[in-house]
Structures are given as structure tokens and as C-alpha cells.
């Protein structure tokens, strides 16, 4: 998989991850619920930017 089509993976996941429907989940206790998701995205994003932009040959 090509950096490029990581990073649109992140994006897609952050719309479903933060959009209504899914936050639902989190009905009693939405703050913690966002800021665990945050936390996890932001992490992804860090452990993805590592990497220097380079692309894996096979």
C-alpha cells in the first residue's frame, strides 16, 4: 500500500469514526468516547508520519 492511500485509509476512518451514527456508541459517556477516538487518531496519524514518507518496495 502506497503512503498516499494510507493517509486517504486515516481520512476515511476519522469521517466514519467522528460522524453521528457511530458516536452513538458513546451515549453515556461522549467526552470520554471522543477523546479516546482523538487520542487513537492522533496516535495512527504519528506512528504513519514516522515513517518519513517513504513507500515499501516489494
Known sequence: MKQGDIWFFLFA???I???WPFLT???GSL???LFVLWG???A???LLGAGGG???KR
Open 40 to 42: 487513537v487518531f492522533i
Open 13 to 15: 476512518l476519522g469521517v
Open 17 to 19: 469514526f467522528f460522524n
Open 25 to 27: 456508541v458513546f451515549e
Open 54 to 56: 517513504r513507500d515499501r
Open 31 to 33: 467526552a470520554l468516547g
Open 44 to 46: 495512527v496519524a504519528a
